[in-house]
């Protein structure tokens, strides 16, 4: 039997089931909607559970579940490691966010990644401490800067409203997921166009090891999927 | 697998070898306060170190190495010359990216360490002989780098002082110093920022930002950098064979770029003072970048002792001058120190008995 994990709430659910409905699958909660249970339709050995799509890419990696459904971002934020754990298998089209670095808009001298670059660095010297970037994805955050070689400026740690801090001065930038780009604009931030960390989606992600079993080929046939090359 | 019995036995043996040498053992804690770390090493160490909390003391550090805590112990109470040897855990993150290697490195391990604060011009030669010496029944390969030519070099370029300064400051980010001396060596038309409504917010001030905009504005403070320097950059960046051939060509390359000069008599010096300990500057790896690739707090030589045959391993011996790391943790008192470790685990896997 394969376990199919999907969000358990919201447009990434109902997404997901429209997804799998136009691919000849029916997945439906049973009982209220507010019972976390649900059944599938339409083919052989695949069962459903609906939970919190941030614990998908741990219960993957896992093998607690064999497939799922869960953002590009959360697989890479939450698994270090990610590709020796799972294997996306189709990106999903829908749930489009990206995780992107943004400034206050009034900083009119910042227009690229060098120019924060060198803002980070004249403010550390200014301030005598590393300018402060507010984020809860810290992994992809530091592995973009690492990588595009920014220096002097440090992380501070942030689960929600995170748009706040810089008027809050608790940080002077920001990183985080947007899809239209709004709350930003609304917190006087702007993007900064050569800071796109990852353009997340929803994906459907399988176990390393399940993708070797002919049961997760199967499904990927009926899906119409390619088959995958482990 | 070597048992950890066996690898504290190696390291306690190193020990005494740099007891032997003069130093005095010391124990630092294995908590250490995060916020030195984090200002020192930046957001790098968050992915290297353990950090955790603790109720009272705020964000903690397992041990990332002993430097920090030795020069930290020596700043408030040593006298000079000090010499200083310690063994004991450290313990590092390895979080390899998006796939996870098949031999992943240990999370903990044992350093044996040295550490010199001297101003005796001979220091760097006595730390780099007796890590010689106790190494040698390793065959290991050593390298040698020097961060006082690289950044002698770039501190005489007809640039700007602040331009010298930025190339100074980003001389370990490789992709970002070619990019500023690019930009430096064109004719950069003035930037124009484009006035905008947004309300001002953050901590960072206008004042800052107005500062900044008429910097650029105002264009480059002087002609470009004529291509020729970027070229003899290139050429010093890349000196790299036995150490008394890469000190002929580093002579040659003075000639072109004057301000190297001393450095280079510098290392010419170290390099007799190692001579003069017994040892055969020919079979010295020279390498000018060397020290580019190391922590961002070595200002002057940099060495390491690889076994050639485990290009997977990381050195089994590393260190250097670190004079800027005093000035940064000494609140502007600064003291000459070099020093370096040995990875006793990785010495016991080669079993070849050192000291």
Known sequence: MLKLGLPSKGRLMEQSFDWFAGRGIRLSRSGSDREYAARAEGVEGLSLVLLSAGEIPRELAAGRIHLGVTGSDLIREKLAGWRSD????????????????????????????????SIARDFRAAHGFRLRIATKYHRLVRAFLSEHEVADYQLVDSQGATEGTVANLTAEAIADITSTGETLRANHLKILPDAVIHESQA????????VETGATAELAAHLGLPPHVA | ?????????????????????????????????????????????????????????????LRPDFTVPVVEM?????????????????????????TRPAHPRDNEYLQAGFELFSRAPDADAEVFALFHGILAPCRLSATMGDMDLLLDAVAGLPLS???????????????????????????????????????????????????????????????PLD?????????????????????????????????????????????????????????IRFDASHGRHTMEYYDGMTFSFTAEGRPDWPPVAS?????????????????????????????????????
Request: with cysteine; aromatic share 6%.
């Open chain 2, 227 to 283: 291509p020729a320097w970027r070229t003899r950059l290139h050429r010093l960046f890349s000196v790299a064979g036995p150490a008394p051939t890469a000190l002929d060509e580093l002579r040659i390359l003075a000639d072109h770029i004057p301000a190297i000069a001393e450095a280079v008599e510098r290392l010419s010096a170290r390099l007799n003072a190692i001579a003069a300990r017994g040892i055969d500057p020919a079979a």
């Open chain 1, 86 to 117: 799972v294997v996306e298998l189709a990106p999903m089209g829908f749930g489009h966010a990206d995780l992107v670095l943004a400034v206050p808009a009034c900083w009119r001298d910042c227009e690229t990644l060098d120019d924060f670059a």
């Open chain 2, 319 to 355: 260190g250097g001058r670190y004079d800027a790391l005093t000035r940064v943790l000494g609140q502007g008192e600064a003291i000459p120190a070099v020093g370096g470790i040995i990875r006793p685990g990785l010495v016991a896997e080669l079993e070849c008995a050192p000291c």
């Open chain 1, 203 to 210: 994906t459907l992600v399988a176990n390393r090891r399940a």
């Open chain 2, 1 to 61: 697998m070597i048992p950890r019995t066996a690898k504290s036995a190696v390291g306690r043996r190193i020990l005494d070898a740099f007891r032997a040498a003069g130093a005095v053992e010391v124990a630092p804690d294995i908590l250490l306060p995060a916020d030195t770390l984090l200002d020192l090493y930046g957001e790098d160490i968050r992915a290297r170190a353990y950090l955790t909390t603790d109720p009272i003391r705020g964000e903690v550090a």
């Open chain 2, 161 to 223: 002082a602040p331009r010298r300064a930025l190339l100074a400051h980003h001389i370990w980010r490789p992709g970002r110093f070619e990019r500023l001396l690019d930009r430096f060596s064109a004719v950069e038309p003035p930037r124009h920022f484009a006035i905008n409504g947004a309300p001002w917010t953050g901590l960072r001030s206008e004042a800052e930002m107005e500062a900044r905009i008429s910097r650029l504005e105002a264009g480059a403070e002087g002609p």
């Open chain 2, 74 to 98: 020596h700043m408030a109470q040593g006298a000079e010359p000090a010499r200083y040897c310690y063994l004991g855990e450290v313990f590092r993150k390895q979080d390899h990216g998006d």
